[in-house]
Each structure stands twice: as C-alpha cells, then as structure tokens.
C-alpha cells in the first residue's frame, strides 16, 4: 500500500519525537529515523531535506503536544486562575511524561549549539511565549485584572521558573518538593503582577 508524502512526514516526525525521548537528540540522524519509521531512506530524504528541517517539525510537534496542557485554562476566571492552571497543566506533563520534557530541552540546547546552521533556536521559546501571551492576555481581560509587569515579562519568567525546576526534578524527583517549590514560584510572580 502506497503511504502518501504527507502521512509519510507525519510518521517520520512521530519517529523523530520517539528516538529522541527513549535515546536523546544525539541519536537523530536521517538513516536512524528512517529506520524508526520503517520508511525507505530515500523516502525520508525526500521527505526532509536535512536533520535541522527534521529537527524543526519534531520541535513543532512538541508545541502542539504543549498546547493541551494550556489550552483549557479557565481564562473566565481570570488571570492568577488561568496561569495557575497552566502551571498545573506543565507540571503534570513533567510528571506523566519526563522522558518528552528532557528531549525538548535536548533539542533546545541541540538548537542553539547549532543556531548557526539552524534558525530553530530563535524560534522555540518565542512560540512558547505566543502561546502562553494569547492566554494570559485572553484571561486578563475577560476579568479586568492588570498585569503590573507587562504579560510578555510575566509569560517569560513564569519559562524561566518552570525550565529551570524541571531540570532539578528530573536530576532526582524524590530529592525535595519541587512541585510545591514551583508553585510557590509561581504565587510569588503573580504577586509580583498584582494578580
């Protein structure tokens, strides 16, 4: 049965984004994906011109799969609510799915190790902060709260605090409480936003 040239990229992404949770970004390479999804090499060239076009679908795909844990902030509620229900949603994530959370920061860190030859790393975050903005904006205003630190600054370090957790939970989980640390994090800057 013939596999059309969209559904075959699909499947090499879906390769891509699985490669890289159970063995890590170092472990992409065109052949190795190919061999993932089961698809001719020759297919997968034609699919994907090189590693970084690969690279940035695979990075694309992790947004979308990010999405759902925002997506149904309570944005009626306003802004503290909307963002606390972000961060349960990534926190949750973290949680049911490491493996994922560590291969995004790999292929971020891949990214811009190689901003150079690949554009990808400007792009990550700024989706991110898009997203998280489009929310937070929406939740703001269906309450009438103000944001005393500008939104953009908010969605930025609310990244911050959630990257920089995640990695400590992922070196040990038991080690101490990271979920309430970050959440007490998260009070702190939406305190500081006089939400």
């Given at each position: 049965m013939r596999v059309s040239a969209e559904e075959r990229k699909k499947q090499l992404i879906s390769a891509?984004?699985?490669?890289?949770?159970?063995?890590?970004?170092?472990?992409?390479?065109i052949r190795a994906?190919?061999?993932?999804?089961?698809?001719?090499?020759?297919?997968?060239?034609?699919?994907?011109s090189n590693k970084e076009e690969l690279m940035a679908a695979?990075?694309?795909?992790?947004?979308?799969?990010?999405?759902?844990?925002?997506?149904?902030?309570?944005?009626?509620?306003?802004l503290r609510k909307a963002v606390e229900q972000v961060a349960e949603g990534y926190w949750r994530s973290?949680?049911?799915?490491?493996?994922?959370?560590?291969?995004?920061?790999?292929?971020i860190l891949w990214a811009t190790r190689n901003a150079a030859s690949s554009p990808l790393a400007s792009k990550i975050y700024p989706a991110y902060e898009v997203e998280l903005?489009?929310?937070?904006?929406?939740?703001?205003?269906s309450n009438g709260d103000q944001c005393l630190i500008g939104l953009d600054t908010l969605v930025r370090c609310?990244?911050?605090?959630?990257?920089?957790?995640?990695?400590?939970?992922?070196?040990?989980?038991?080690?101490?409480?990271?979920?309430?640390?970050?959440?007490?994090?998260?009070?702190?800057?939406?305190?500081?936003?006089g939400v």
């Amino acid at each position: 049965m013939r596999v059309s040239a969209e559904e075959r990229k699909k499947q090499l992404i879906s390769a891509t984004v699985e490669l890289m949770r159970r063995e890590g970004v170092h472990s992409v390479t065109i052949r190795a994906i190919a061999k993932e999804a089961a698809a001719p090499l020759a297919t997968a060239h034609y699919c994907f011109s090189n590693k970084e076009e690969l690279m940035a679908a695979a990075a694309e795909a992790w947004l979308r799969n990010t999405n759902r844990y925002s997506s149904d902030a309570p944005v009626h509620l306003g802004l503290r609510k909307a963002v606390e229900q972000v961060a349960e949603g990534y926190w949750r994530s973290l949680e049911e799915e490491p493996a994922s959370l560590l291969a995004e920061m790999e292929l971020i860190l891949w990214a811009t190790r190689n901003a150079a030859s690949s554009p990808l790393a400007s792009k990550i975050y700024p989706a991110y902060e898009v997203e998280l903005e489009t929310i937070f904006s929406s939740a703001a205003k269906s309450n009438g709260d103000q944001c005393l630190i500008g939104l953009d600054t908010l969605v930025r370090c609310f990244l911050m605090a959630f990257d920089g957790m995640a990695i400590q939970y992922m070196t040990d989980p038991k080690a101490t409480d990271y979920r309430g640390q970050f959440f007490m994090m998260v009070d702190a800057l939406l305190t500081k936003a006089g939400v």
